[in-house]
T-cell receptor
Framework: GAVVSQHPSWVICKSGTSVKIECRSL??????MFWYRQFPKQSLMLMAT?????????EQGVEKDKFLINHASLTLSTLTVTSAHPEDSSFYIC???????????????????FGEGSRLTVL | LAKTTQPISMDSYEGQEVNITCSHN???????ITWYQQFPSQGPRFIIQ???TKVTNEVASLFIPADRKSSTLSLPRVSLSDTAVYYC???????????FGAGTRLFVKA
């Protein structure tokens, strides 16, 4: 099946530094990728939708200047946590929608493939 | 976007069939229903997707009644390794946003 890879899988940084997380679709092109954040024992929270060649669309309450998203190619989206602080420590997950449709009725929806996640710890 | 409601947690024993029901009363005509599984410190993994009636694959079945206001994920003969959080999502279109609900935490006991 399609694979989405994230790097790094874990990172520890000092408060005030910036951290970049990469999300790659390895065997398919993804015009749209999604970034999530997940705190312990909680569900995934959608942060933003990353669109290839255009600006990301951020969810309400997510600071776009804090979480910089770049989707420069059809296989790579990056999330940069700028001036990270301890409260930014979390599990960050990306996903990309595959180009295969699923049978079953009206319309079309591609399967969503998720990366392995990146655990950020800010000291 | 249709909101989903699932039980917060469920317990089961190895070898049993587990059915997890999700309510999505506001599902739209073009919406599909997709279930994902997530283990700790991993990204979610696709389990099954359907639009109506019944869908079956090698790991699960998905039952969707005619009104499509709910769906039931059925896991046959669960094992300890099926202990995970299961999410039901509803949406349509190639670029629809995937909004996760709280999910159901399944704990399989020996």
């Amino acid at each position: 099946g399609a694979v989405v890879s994230q790097h790094p899988s874990w990172v520890i940084c000092k408060s005030g530094t910036s951290v970049k997380i990469e999300c790659r679709s390895l065997d398919f092109q993804a015009t749209t990728m999604f970034w999530y954040r997940q705190f312990p024992k909680q569900s995934l929270m959608l942060m933003a939708t990353s669109n290839e060649g255009s600006k990301a669309t951020y969810e309400q309450g997510v600071e776009k200047d804090k979480f910089l998203i770049n989707h420069a190619s059809l296989t790579l989206s990056t999330l940069t946590v700028t001036s990270a602080h301890p409260e930014d420590s979390s599990f960050y997950i990306c996903s990309a929608r595959g180009d295969r449709g699923k049978a079953g009725g009206l319309g079309y929806t591609g399967e969503l493939f998720f990366g392995e996640g990146s655990r950020l710890t800010v000291l | 976007l249709a909101k989903t409601t699932q039980p917060i947690s469920m317990d089961s024993y190895e070898g049993q069939e587990v059915n997890i029901t999700c309510s999505h009363n506001n599902i739209a005509t073009n919406d599909y229903i997709t279930w994902y599984q997530q283990f700790p410190s991993q990204g979610p993994r696709f389990i099954i997707q359907g639009y109506k009636t019944k869908v079956t694959n090698e790991v699960a079945s998905l039952f969707i009644p005619a009104d499509r206001k709910s769906s039931t994920l059925s896991l046959p003969r669960v094992s300890l390794s099926d202990t995970a959080v299961y999410y039901c999502l509803v949406g349509s279109g190639g670029g629809f946003k995937t909004i996760f609900g709280a999910g159901t935490r399944l704990f399989v006991k020996a």
